[in-house]
């Protein structure tokens, strides 16, 4: 009887799981088609050189994964730095260019950026 329980418990929590992972990629899906706020566009122009050259789909392709970028990372200013909309977004196109062609994922292995007003070198590594 205990191990049809235990069964029970793990048939629940995979299902749950499972219903978690539809729920997060229907919410991706939305934020991937959701309009693109015009007045990043000029972000984009200035800071991401490569911008310009890119197809408009994959500019378009772009746009959606900043819009998932934007909502799964949160950003932390360090050193008195002050983050506005243009260091957001211009540092989600710049990772998020990496993501073009591609159909999985946004960055899994981490939630937050770290931002310094100058170039940060660690005085320790634990490789």
Known sequence: MSLLILFGFIFAAFLLWIIWQKLRQSHRNKLFLKEFPAEWIPVLQNNV????????????????????????????????????????????????LLLLGRDKGCFPGFTSILIYPDTYVAKETKY
């Open 49 to 96: 050189s490569i911008y310009a050259l890119l197809p408009e789909q994959l500019k378009q392709n772009l746009h959606g994964w900043i819009n998932i970028f934007l909502d799964e990372k949160e950003f932390f200013a360090c050193a008195g730095f002050q983050i506005d909309d243009e260091v957001r977004v211009t540092i989600a196109a710049n990772a998020c």
